[in-house]
Structures are given as structure tokens and as C-alpha cells.
């Protein structure tokens, strides 16, 4: 697990725009790895999120807004995750505030009050 620490924060501190992809990725895929041994409550969508942002990463032409609200909600979710650590707790917390900084909050969508109350969904009706 250190090794994991020490190859994402020093992505972090050299400025993680300027990771290529390709080793954005591995850092990733050692995270997903590393979590799916993990049944702490929160885990699963942190994994959820990294799957997302590791699929925009191996794209050609990544979604810059998209990557930047995943890692705001990563960094939110694994600062909530870093207090019910057994180990490790400090440095989770550490991960989670860089990746917040490197991220942006994406505002939610307005609700559109006149659609919902006229939907137009239809039901499929079963074959």
C-alpha cells in the first residue's frame, strides 16, 4: 500500500496534469486492485470512480469536465472513507484533499420543474 501512496502523491506533487496518461492509468488500475480487497462502506463507488476516470484517461481525446469532477468526488469520497481506515487513515486523507484540489466541483443540474410535471416517459410493455 505505501507504494501506492508514494507513486500517487508523487504524481500530485509534480502536477498531475503533466502525468501521461498511460502512467495515470497503471496508478489506477494498482487502486482498483488494492480496493477490491477493501468492504468498507464507500469503497465500491470509489471504485465506480476510478473505472470512470481510468476509461477517460485511455481515451484519445479525454473529457477535461468530466475528469475534473471525478477527481473532486474521488477526493471528497476517500477524505469520508480516510476516518474509518484501520492504517493508513492520515495518508487517505492526504490523497483525498489532493484530489479534490486537482478536480472542480460540477454544479448539478437544474431541475426543469415544467418537464417533471408533465413527463412523456412511456412504459415498454412486455413482449
Do not use: C, Y
Amino acid at each position: 500500500m505505501a507504494v501506492r501512496f508514494a507513486a500517487t502523491m508523487n504524481a500530485f506533487n509534480r502536477g498531475i496534469e503533466s502525468t501521461r496518461p498511460k502512467t495515470a492509468v497503471s496508478i489506477i488500475e494498482d487502486w482498483e486492485t488494492a480496493l477490491s480487497e477493501v468492504d468498507v462502506p464507500g469503497a465500491k463507488g470509489i471504485a465506480r470512480d476510478l473505472a470512470a476516470l481510468r476509461k477517460q484517461l485511455e481515451m484519445d481525446e479525454p473529457d477535461g469536465e468530466r475528469v475534473e469532477a471525478l477527481l473532486h468526488r474521488l477526493g471528497g469520497a476517500v477524505t469520508k472513507i480516510a476516518d474509518r481506515a484501520d492504517r493508513n487513515g492520515d495518508k487517505l486523507k492526504q490523497l483525498g484533499e489532493a484530489l479534490s484540489e486537482s478536480g472542480a466541483e460540477q454544479p448539478d443540474e437544474e431541475e426543469d420543474k415544467e418537464a417533471a410535471a408533465a413527463p412523456q416517459r412511456r412504459m415498454k410493455k412486455a413482449a
